[in-house]
T-cell receptor, first 111, second 112 residues
Framework: DTAVSQTPKYLVTQMGNDKSIKCEQN?????MYWYKQDSKKFLKIMFS???????INETVPNRFSPKSPDKAHLNLHINSLELGDSAVYFC??????????FGQGTRLTVV | GESVGLHLPTLSVQEGDNSIINCAYS??????FIWYKQESGKGPQFIID?????DKRQGQRVTVLLNKTVKHLSLQIAATQPGDSAVYFC???????????FGKGTLLTVNP
């Protein structure tokens, strides 16, 4: 029943590895997002897709690659993980005009 | 506690008091504003929204005020309860690119 679900909830990995986070929404929304929340709780947008088309790409290293196979899914792949990538990553979805609904977050720890 | 090192603005109130959380935004083109509540270990949760053609909107125990002249938004919580303890974020959206920009967040602590 979860509206926006992302997996995994926790991810601990070594520097240099490649990892993916998956996100699915069952709200029928056209727009999906990835946000990064740092240790100071600041929420920064990374990417946004509308109907599978990338519409926002906010100065994110190209080690981060989003992929939207359909409008209900937006996955985030990260190559060559660095210590500074440690954060909580949130997926969200919204209708064209309206509030965004967030997933529970994926806490990524790079060691 | 969780607030150590966070450097978030903080607001501490007694249970039953009213709380007011403030937010400034910078985008003059923003036309839609949202308040979110984030509890520890969870994602931000929608509380209330307001569009730029309004200056006040009320929900259950919450009121949002919008002052477009000074680009200021506030959230008022009536009869604050311990369950209201969380980090509160304002967010705004403007323009055609769907971008939702978040403010810094305020940590609200309700003392029983």
């Amino acid at each position: 029943d979860t509206a926006v679900s992302q997996t995994p909830k926790y991810l601990v990995t070594q520097m240099g590895n490649d990892k993916s986070i998956k996100c699915e929404q069952n709200l029928g929304h056209d727009t999906m997002y990835w946000y990064k929340q740092d240790s100071k709780k600041f929420l920064k947008i990374m990417f946004s897709y509308n109907n599978k088309e990338l519409i926002i790409n906010e100065t994110v290293p190209n080690r981060f690659s989003p992929k939207s196979p359909d409008k209900a899914h937006l996955n985030l792949h990260i190559n060559s993980l660095e210590l500074g990538d440690s954060a909580v990553y949130f997926c969200a979805s919204s209708p064209r005009t309206g509030s965004a609904f967030f997933g529970q977050g994926t806490r990524l720890t790079v060691v | 506690g969780e607030s150590v090192g966070l450097h978030l603005p903080t607001l501490s109130v007694q249970e039953g008091d009213n709380s007011i959380i403030n937010c400034a935004y910078s985008n003059s083109a923003s036309d839609y504003f949202i308040w979110y509540k984030q509890e520890s270990g969870k994602g931000p949760q929608f509380i209330i929204d307001i569009r730029s053609n309004m200056d006040k909107r009320q929900g259950q125990r919450v009121t949002v005020l919008l002052n477009k002249t000074v680009k200021h938004l506030s959230l008022q919580i009536a009869a604050t309860q311990p369950g209201d303890s969380a980090v509160y974020f304002c967010a705004d959206r403007g323009g055609s690119n769907y971008k939702l920009t978040f403010g810094k967040g305020t940590l609200l602590t309700v003392n029983p």
